[in-house]
Nanobody, 120 residues
Framework: QVHLVESGGGLVETGGSLRLSCEASGTIKSIVHMGWYRQAPGKQRELVAVIHDGGVMDYAHSVQGRVRISKDIERNIVHLVMDNLSPEDTAVYYC??????????????WGQGTQVTVSS
């Protein structure tokens, strides 16, 4: 069993910054990629940023230049720093990891989600 625990959401004013963290634990052999998605009310869940094994990072166009993703490889923790936030960034942010388990199965896991609210 693999668990993803998210932290760092909350309320921030327009123009402010926030850091989200996600720690993966459990029956992990390796992590293929790990990152963040978000879902605003009435909208589909969308990619924010992901970091792949080896360090390649992908960002959504809507956040490029404002968001940085990083990974603590030793501890299986991913951080997402978001700057210059606007109300359009308000959403539930979900951590996701594609994991190779100790049984050599490759599976996707999701966190419970953390609310980010940007006030105007």
């Amino acid at each position: 069993q693999v668990h993803l625990v998210e932290s760092g959401g909350g309320l921030v004013e327009t123009g402010g910054s926030l850091r989200l963290s996600c720690e993966a634990s459990g029956t992990i052999k390796s992590i293929v990629h790990m990152g963040w998605y978000r879902q605003a009310p009435g909208k589909q869940r969308e990619l924010v940023a992901v970091i792949h094994d080896g360090g390649v990072m992908d960002y959504a166009h809507s956040v490029q230049g404002r968001v940085r993703i990083s990974k603590d490889i030793e501890r299986n923790i991913v951080h997402l720093v978001m700057d210059n936030l606007s109300p359009e960034d308000t959403a539930v942010y979900y951590c996701k990891a594609l994991v190779t388990t100790t049984l050599s199965e490759r599976m996707n896991y999701w966190g419970q989600g953390t609310q980010v609210t940007v006030s105007s």
